[in-house]
């Protein structure tokens, strides 16, 4: 067994890695417990129910992509700062990615509770970013325009036809990269 799997943390930290390598059709109990060689009770020890296990997973996903990605990014001392920090981390993230993001949101087009949640934090993050942004920009028109299209720039990466280069990734972002 893995280091320190058998914790929540460890059970949280697998969903994450199989939803974003294998997919999520993949994140099933039985195919869980036999990789990690444990038995169902030690899921069971931790999460009430599959969809337990899911929504936890989710709300894992907001601290470690979401809220982290914030509170890393508000060590800047300007906003500039703060949003070149945060367009770093999602850099980084792409690079060391995997189908995350992708699986994530085809997840939320077929299942209403999970719409309503990716929803949530698709919204915390274009308002984030629309805050760093408004004391960049004056213009309100100016601001909700290089909000519109930073954040779709960070969800587009996702879905480009292919793997994009560190080089590359870093001209798509270089308007909001100090």
Known sequence: ????????????????????????????????????????????????????????????????????????????KTDREKLSLLGRQCINATINGNRLEFEINAWSQKDKEVQKFVYSVYKQRYNYITKLLSSIYTNKTEVKKHALTLYSLVVGVDFFYRKLTLTELELIFSDYLA
């Open 1 to 76: 067994m893995q280091e320190n799997l058998n914790s929540k943390l460890g059970w949280l930290k697998i969903g994450i890695k199989t939803i974003g390598t294998a997919g999520l059709s993949e994140l099933k109990i039985n195919n869980l417990c036999n990789t990690l060689n444990v038995t169902k009770g030690c899921f069971y020890h931790w999460f009430q129910s599959k969809r337990d296990y899911e929504i936890q997973i989710l709300e894992f996903w907001k601290l470690k992509f979401t809220q982290n990605f914030i509170d890393l990014a508000e060590i800047g």
